[in-house]
């Protein structure tokens, strides 16, 4: 394993284009000294989305189930709020207004390189739900949404940017996003 070259896929999500964050998203980037390889615009389908999130049972239980954390923190009623309190029922529900919400505007996407790229990117990012978010991180400076707020206007989240969790989740998502074209690059910096 080369973790000093890891890859890593970034979107920047419908949010992040409209609060026009997307130069400060890519500056928090190459101010840790991680390298764009790859970079481009462009409108997703439904189709392409709705193959990038998982489908399988635990994935969608557990969408689910940061709405239902963040209830019972805020004194929520899920049956009253949603008419459901099961996991993956809501979690079917969230991803289907994720699905929605992440094809609504152009999006950018990226390819991130670097010493951890995965860890790294995720730790300048911030946790998922902008409301848990540290100070310092994309999602806690830039973003106030959390599930409370986001199931009650019957959406998914706003969290301004998507990246890869794993290696090898990475891997899979750079194939599916930039599949066989030539714009993944290899250059040097002025500082490597
Ligand atoms: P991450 O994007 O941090 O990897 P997940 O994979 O868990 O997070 O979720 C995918 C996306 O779904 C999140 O980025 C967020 O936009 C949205 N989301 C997650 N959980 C919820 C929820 N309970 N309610 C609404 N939207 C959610």
């Known amino acids: 394993m080369n973790f000093k070259e890891e890859k890593t896929y ?3 999500k419908p949010d992040g284009v409209k609060k026009r964050l997307i130069g400060e998203i890519i ?28 489908k399988d049972k635990a994935w969608i239980a557990r969408l689910g189930q940061k709405t239902l954390s963040t209830y019972e ?25 994720l699905v929605d919400y992440m094809t609504s505007a152009p999006l950018v996407r990226m390819v991130i390189q ?11 990012c911030g946790v998922t739900l902008p409301n848990l978010a540290d100070m310092g991180t994309i999602r806690g400076d830039y973003s106030a949404d959390s599930p409370a707020v986001a199931n009650s206007e019957r959406r998914a989240v706003m969290n301004l940017v998507h990246a890869s969790e794993t290696p090898q989740e990475a891997e899979h998502e750079i194939k ?9 690059f290899d250059y040097e910096r002025f500082t490597d």
């Not at 899920?78 to 029922?89: A, F, R, S, T």
């Not at 670097?114 to 300048?124: F, Q």
């Not at 599916?176 to 993944?184: A, C, E, L, N, S």
């Open 176 to 184: 599916h996003w930039f599949g066989t074209r030539k714009v993944i």
């Open 73 to 97: 923190k805020y004194g929520v009623d899920p049956v009253k709020e949603l008419g459901m309190d099961n996991d993956y029922e809501i979690g079917k529900m969230v991803r289907k207004w």
């Open 114 to 124: 670097g010493v951890h790229a995965v860890d790294m990117v995720r730790k300048i």
């Open 27 to 54: 500056t928090r980037f190459e101010q840790r000294d991680l390298k764009v390889i790859a970079l481009e615009m462009f409108q997703p389908t439904t189709k392409q989305i709705d193959e990038h999130y998982p």
């Open 10 to 12: 970034i979107m920047i």
